[in-house]
């Protein structure tokens, strides 16, 4: 474990800020599991002892500190009390867990906001009306919740969100409606709060951003990354920079399942400060003086990185596991013409709804940096349409497009990656890339700017536009390249159409799934265990 505390290639705060004008705040990259430990209870106890030996580290005032989803493993549920019902720190009461009184403490002592993910158990004999305490018609004895925990400075509970989007998570249970939490720190910033699947929908993230206008939003997440569109760092900077917000996110890292992306993301101004802890994995703390959006200055992100810096990240994350979208076989593509170094292609796909995205890219070819023995990506423009599912677990409406990196000239070979970075070339710059997509203007949608390179890292706003033009019921979004780039995996538009999504799982699969959880996570542990 190393503290982060200045980044050195990516995007380093430039210019003066006023004390105003920013707020102190660390986010945490956790190794799951935390240490080589089977015994559950001890894998807490160990991983807690961390969490607070964290929360003391950091050198300064802090605003908020945030942990990530799922990392204190799948031992001893606890209630958790109503927001500020209580002070759990050195509390006699029976039911609350010792962990959560000692992280109570831990933010009190360091008068720290602190968040953590733990599985709440919730008791059915007297249940709040918002629970499902029913299953196939049977009363259950108590439900499980995938559930942050706010402590404010003080120590107290200040928020507690149950998330809304399980990804499976056949032991958890959710609320009968959602909910939409937020909370303040003791410098009067409110944040909103919402965990991993949950940022794909747009229940309850979209009521946080367009009906509140939160500036402010905090993402635990065990994220599984995926190409072309959707690997951990470069979800988290589309959603920030189409939204707006400060985005800051905390992540489970293990590699060998691709889980793992934690960073800062200051809107449309793109990552402060990103990290996925490469194999063989590992814990890392982010800190850092975060612009407040609403500040009196306009904050600037240095976004200078250089290719070989690029190319560092990208080799240590060769064994990292990425898994491939698939609508990458579904869509309608086009190779890119590497004979020519200007196209321009307009490619449809769609059945019920069509998009259309015309590309036009401008690019030059190096033809002497394929030397015998390396590989190069080819590039495919394509065009997506319809539904997928999320790893089986949901399905949702897309509407995406991308030129995107793929093996050879088969458009089945997109989305996925040579095994050995250092046998991959890069004959192809491009100088400008710009994709256009049609929309119809409707509240249940939104598109984002995406892209990713090598890094698994997206391209700084600084070198892009991403504009939004609305023609009466249609709207028209631009993601443009505005200066040269090689090394990109994707880079597009990925654009959701909720009233396509599957619904929420509706009730508790609760006491039947979990000793197969419990199983799933003894598996999970060898496994890492032999890796
Ligand atoms: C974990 O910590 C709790 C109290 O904090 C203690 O009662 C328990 O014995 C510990 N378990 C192990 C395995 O160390
Ligand atoms: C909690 O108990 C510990 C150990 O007895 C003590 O050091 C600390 O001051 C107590 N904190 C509060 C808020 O009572
Ligand atoms: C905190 O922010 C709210 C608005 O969210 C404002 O009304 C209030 O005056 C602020 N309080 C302080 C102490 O700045
Ligand atoms: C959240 O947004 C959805 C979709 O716009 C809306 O139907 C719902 O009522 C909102 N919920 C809350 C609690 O604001
Ligand atoms: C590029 O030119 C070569 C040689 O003329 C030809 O074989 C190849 O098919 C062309 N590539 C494309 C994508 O048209
Ligand atoms: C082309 O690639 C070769 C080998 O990587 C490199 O030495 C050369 O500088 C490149 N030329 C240009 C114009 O970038
Ligand atoms: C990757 O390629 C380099 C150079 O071709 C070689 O030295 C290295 O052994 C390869 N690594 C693996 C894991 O195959
Ligand atoms: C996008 O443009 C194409 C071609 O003009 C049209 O057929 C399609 O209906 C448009 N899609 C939307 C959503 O407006
Ligand atoms: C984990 O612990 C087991 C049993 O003590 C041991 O055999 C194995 O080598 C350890 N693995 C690592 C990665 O430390």
Known sequence: MSIHFCSIFFFVLTGALGASDYYDAAVVEVQFPFRNITQED?????????????????????DIIVFPESAL?????????????????????????????????????????????????????DPPSDEYC????????????????????????????????????????ITRSP?????????????????????????????????????????????????PYLTALQAQHMWAQENDVVLLTAGANTPHTGSGGT??????KGALDQVIVPSP???????????RLTGTVEPTLDSTVSDEEIDALAAELDSFKLITDPTVYEQTSVQLDTNKTTVVEEICHGKDVTTCCKFTVSFSVNSTALTPGKKAYTYHMGVFN???????????????????????????????????????????????IEVVGNYTNVEHKIQYPNSVLTSLRSISPMKTTWKKEIKG??????????????????????????????????????????????LVTIVLISVAMLL
Not at 186 to 209: E, Q, R, S, Y
Not at 283 to 290: M, R
Not at 391 to 410: P, Q
Request: hydrophobic share 35%.
């Open 42 to 62: 001890e894998l807490l106890n160990s991983t807690i002892q961390e969490y607070i030996r964290l929360i003391k580290s950091v050198p300064t005032n802090l």
């Open 73 to 125: 493993g799948e031992a001893e549920p606890t209630p958790v009390p109503a927001p500020f019902k209580q002070l759990l720190c050195n509390s006699t009461a029976p039911e609350y867990k010792d962990y959560l009184k000692q992280l109570s403490c831990a933010a009190m002592e360091k008068k720290t906001t602190v968040v953590i993910n733990v599985r709440e158990v919730v008791d059915c004999k």
């Open 134 to 173: 029913t299953r196939h018609g049977n009363k259950l004895d108590s439900v499980l919740h995938n559930t942050d925990v706010v402590f404010d400075h003080n120590g107290h509970v200040a928020a507690r969100y149950r998330k809304w989007n399980l990804f499976g998570e056949s032991s958890k249970s």
């Open 179 to 227: 909910e939409v939490v937020t909370f303040k720190t003791k410098a009067n910033d409110t944040f909103g709060i919402f965990t991993c699947f949950d940022i794909m929908f747009d229940v309850p993230t979209l009521n946080l951003t367009r009906n509140m206008h939160v500036k402010n939003v905090i993402f635990p997440n065990h994220w599984f990354s995926e190409l």
């Open 263 to 268: 960073g800062m993301f200051v809107g449309h």
């Open 281 to 291: 994995g590992g814990t890392k703390l982010l800190f850092h003086q975060v612009p």
């Open 386 to 432: 319809g539904v997928r599912s999320f790893s089986g677990t949901r399905d949702g409406g897309i509407e995406s497009c991308a030129i995107m990196a793929c093996l050879n000239d088969n458009p089945n070979s997109c989305g996925q990656r040579f095994s050995n970075y250092s046998d991959i070339a890069w004959p192809i710059t491009f100088n400008n």
């Open 473 to 518: 019921d249609v709207v028209l979004r631009t993601h443009a390249l505005v200066k040269s780039q090689s090394r990109i995996l994707t880079f597009g538009i990925f654009g959701r159409d909720f009233s396509r999504d599957g619904p929420p799982l509706s009730y508790s699969a609760a006491s039947l799934n979990r000793i197969s959880w419990s």
